[in-house]
């Protein structure tokens, strides 16, 4: 449905622009992207007002998206099963920090959190997939130095959390650096591609159902 009504408005705006058929797929590429990316984060929010966990799941997808948009990892194969994972992930994640930690243990997990990252930054980032590999050594130091200033900056979003006593703000940060970092390392990449052939998997199996049915 999103691939076809963004085919439809790219037809539309290449005939405007008179453009050619490659220059309207690429219309039609990127309008996707931003309708799926902005229906998923629609349909997470409202799951999360309906479990009341709105705060938190917010924080949690801030700080994934922050450090997913310059850091890099893997993605799965199509929209559908980034969709139905990515509503299972923060739906857990914004309704596990919304119960909170103690601060000493919050402070632990932030000094854990960040020596991680520095390593993964230093280690992995930008961290491509298939289809996409960033090999410019400036474009990937470039891509290293985004990543570290937002690392600065969530680590000062968690001390302020911190000072204020919003101990459910400090987890939600957490949660989501820790979701993002994990996808960057070759384990998230691994877990990945065993989710990605096993959501195939059951899919022919669902149609050879569907078939025998009949």
């Known amino acids: 449905m999103i691939r076809t009504i963004s085919m439809n408005i790219a037809e539309k705006l290449g005939k405007r622009l008179r453009c050619d058929q490659e220059r309207v797929e690429v219309f039609a590429y990127g309008l996707q992207i931003i309708m799926g990316t902005g229906f998923k984060l629609v349909l997470i929010l409202l799951i999360s007002l309906i479990l009341d966990t709105f705060h938190t799941t917010l924080i949690c997808l801030i700080t994934y998206i922050a450090f997913r948009n310059f850091g890099g990892g893997v993605h799965l194969s199509t929209y559908s099963k980034c969709l139905v994972t990515g509503l299972v992930i923060f739906t857990v994640l914004g309704k596990l920090a919304a119960h909170g930690m103690e ?78 970092l994990f996808l960057i390392t070759p384990w998230g990449y691994r877990v990945a591609n065993a989710l990605d052939n096993i959501l195939d998997n059951l899919g022919k199996g669902g149609v050879r159902e569907c078939i025998k049915r009949q």
């Open 103 to 180: 601060t000493g243990t919050l402070l632990l997990l932030l000094i854990v959190t960040s020596l991680l990252w520095i390593y993964a930054i230093t280690k992995w980032v930008p961290a491509g997939t298939e289809k996409k590999q960033v090999k410019d050594r400036r474009v990937r130091l470039k891509q290293k130095k985004k990543t570290g200033w937002v690392l600065m900056l969530w680590v000062i979003a968690c001390m302020a959390s911190i000072s204020y006593r919003l101990t459910y703000y400090v987890f939600a940060y957490l949660l989501g650096a820790l979701a993002a």
